[in-house]
């Protein structure tokens, strides 16, 4: 069987790694090409990645880079249909809910190839939110969904998806967590940051509905100067936020914090250590809501929802939106002792891809 994997933006590379490990356990069974779209393309953003996660080097690289949701999306399908004409895969694999993902999709279905979902069935509900058209286009035009939670089920039940095509395997995301966790943690992050242990706050923040508008900006950037004053944060900052402080003339705000330290964006073991050492972790991301639940440290979510409901339900997630006072309302609850403790989750066990790689083999046969 050849299968062709894409990944594209930095929440992939940590989803498609296991995957790969596991199929090159079988050389007679799976022929893999890697394809990485481009659409992040800065080496802290991309290239790290590969090393830190030994994903071996893309086989083909678009090289599409940024620009508009509709520019984005159609470089990637412009550049990528004729990289499926010329390896015509079995299978194309894609994972998450970024650009690039329902990009590949409606492409590779528009030619007949066929198309497996890796972390299906996620819904937030918020159409204000680009990653929840990809999440239900890619869901539609897939002819196998892999699912990490069983919301994603649920949800896919009710918008009338075969029950057939769907199969609740666990999350690849936590494959990685669990596989690296010792290698992270034999660095030295903390001393090179002055942290210690329990001693600080982690955050990222790069969601367009928080950094995009000025005012929403703000108020977290007051709620983190209440925050910073108690104990220190660290902001490893996504290049959009950098750009957006820059543009609306925010640096000054930054500067007045002591306490709060940005950097650049940091590789996956040195973010993976900073996040099993942390107090608290501050984020708008979809995955670090799931990496903390499995480390059990406290997570406060800056949105105003989720897709990933099971790391509220049995998480260390609660989801607090961008009210500044909110905000520092939970966060300071959190400095009190006041935190959710973690459980193991259904399926979360390390073996997702196994699982993955199982039911594709017989869908081979
Ligand atoms: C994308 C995903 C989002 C995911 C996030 C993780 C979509 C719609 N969004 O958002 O779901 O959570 O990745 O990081 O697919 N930029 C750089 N260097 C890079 C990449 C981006 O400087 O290597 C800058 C560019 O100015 C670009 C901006 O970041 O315009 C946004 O990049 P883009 O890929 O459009 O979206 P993200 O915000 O990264």
Redesign the pocket.
């Known amino acids: 069987m050849r299968v062709l994997h894409v990944v594209?933006?930095?929440?992939n590379f940590m989803k498609i790694a296991p995957i790969m490990r596991e199929m090159a356990k079988y050389p007679h069974e799976f022929e893999q090409i890697l394809v990485h779209t481009g659409?992040?393309?800065?080496d802290?953003?991309?290239k790290v990645f590969f090393e830190d996660l030994e994903l071996p080097q893309p086989d083909i690289y678009l090289g599409v880079?940024?620009?508009s949701?509709a520019q984005?999306t159609a470089r990637i399908m412009l550049a990528f249909e004729p990289v499926l004409l010329e390896y015509k895969p079995d299978w194309v694999i894609v994972v998450?809910?970024?650009?690039?993902?329902v990009a590949c999709a409606l492409t590779a279905a528009k030619l007949g190839v066929k198309v497996a979902h890796v972390e299906a069935g996620l819904r937030s509900f918020d159409r204000t939110m680009?990653?929840e058209f990809?999440r239900v286009l890619t869901d539609h035009i897939a002819d196998l969904l892999f699912t990490t939670e069983p919301s994603a089920n649920e949800n896919l039940r009710q918008e009338g998806i075969p029950e057939g095509k769907v199969h609740f395997v666990g999350n690849v995301m936590i494959d990685t967590l669990l596989r690296h966790k010792e290698r992270a943690l034999a660095l030295n992050i903390l001393g090179k940051y002055g942290l210690e242990s329990r001693g600080f706050a982690l955050l990222t923040l790069?969601?367009?509905s928080n950094v995009d508008v000025p005012e929403v900006l703000a108020g977290i950037l007051d709620a983190l100067s209440e925050i910073q004053a108690r104990l220190p944060v660290l902001f490893p900052a996504?290049?959009?936020t950098?750009?957006r402080i820059r543009e609306f003339g925010f640096e000054g705000r930054l500067v007045g914090m002591q306490n709060l330290r940005m950097t650049e964006?940091l590789g996956y073991l040195e973010f993976l250590n900073l996040m099993a050492n942390a107090r608290l972790v501050l984020t708008d991301?979809?995955?670090i809501q799931e990496e903390t639940t499995i480390l059990g440290v406290p997570c406060l979510t800056l949105r105003e929802n989720t897709e990933r409901p099971v790391t509220v339900t049995q998480g260390t997630n609660t989801v607090v939106g961008s009210d500044p006072q909110r905000i520092v309302a939970e966060a300071l609850a959190v400095l009190d002792g006041k935190s959710k403790a973690g459980r193991v989750l259904e399926l979360w066990d390390g073996r997702a891809a196994e699982r993955i790689v199982a039911f594709l083999s017989e869908v081979a046969e």
């Not at 659409?39 to 800065?42: F, I, K, L, M, N």
């Open positions: 594209g933006a930095r929440p659409q992040h393309y800065d802290n953003m991309s880079g940024s620009g949701h984005q998450g809910d970024v650009n690039s993902t680009p990653e990809n790069h969601r367009p996504h290049p959009r950098v750009e964006p991301s979809g995955g």
